[in-house]
């Protein structure tokens, strides 16, 4: 089970961390490039990140829903604060499917015709959904830290 809980652990940090980079450190960092140099980079940046947030949904779920039923016995048994981080979790991923089919695949075909005036647009909507996970994801991170303690 310790593998399971380091596996869970390390795939929330990943994600919750490039957020908090991306829209901390990144955005701020590229602000003053220029428009084809800013949404370019951000292109290559989204194509890395998103392949890490996939991977990390997959091992959040594996891990988290596994750790349900081998630790609690399944779902009647659980803490709130499981529940919580749950529930907080899907909103989470909902939030990337969109994000990802929406916004990035918008932004991405934007980016590569060089129509850089309706990426900047695709760029903001990302941005407005990176942030809102960002904060739900730190929720969570407080949950999970927590929790068991309430």
């Given at each position: 089970?310790?593998?399971?809980?380091?596996?869970?652990?390390?795939?929330?940090?990943?994600?919750?961390?490039?957020?908090?980079?991306?829209?901390?450190?990144?955005?701020?960092?590229?602000?003053?490039?220029?428009?084809?140099?800013?949404?370019?980079?951000?292109?290559?940046?989204?194509?890395?990140?998103?392949?890490?947030?996939?991977?990390?949904?997959?091992?959040?779920?594996?891990?988290?829903?596994?750790?349900?039923?081998?630790?609690?016995?399944?779902?009647?048994?659980?803490?709130?604060?499981?529940?919580?981080?749950?529930?907080?979790?899907?909103?989470?991923?909902l939030?990337?499917?969109?994000?990802?089919?929406?916004?990035?695949?918008?932004?991405?075909?934007?980016?590569?015709?060089?129509?850089?005036?309706?990426?900047?647009d695709?760029?903001?909507?990302?941005?407005?959904?990176?942030?809102?996970?960002?904060?739900?994801?730190?929720?969570?991170?407080?949950?999970?830290?927590?929790?068991?303690?309430w």
């Amino acid at each position: 089970m310790s593998a399971a809980h380091a596996l869970h652990v390390l795939a929330a940090v990943l994600w919750v961390g490039g957020m908090f980079f991306a829209y901390m450190i990144l955005r701020p960092s590229a602000g003053p490039l220029e428009p084809p140099d800013r949404l370019s980079l951000w292109a290559r940046v989204f194509q890395r990140f998103f392949g890490w947030v996939w991977g990390s949904i997959l091992v959040l779920l594996v891990s988290g829903y596994g750790m349900i039923h081998l630790e609690f016995g399944g779902f009647a048994h659980l803490p709130i604060y499981i529940n919580v981080m749950q529930g907080l979790g899907w909103i989470m991923v909902l939030m990337f499917l969109h994000l990802f089919f929406a916004p990035w695949k918008r932004f991405r075909r934007l980016v590569a015709a060089g129509d850089f005036p309706a990426a900047k647009d695709q760029l903001e909507q990302i941005r407005m959904i990176v942030k809102i996970n960002l904060g739900i994801g730190l929720v969570v991170v407080l949950v999970a830290g927590s929790g068991r303690y309430w």
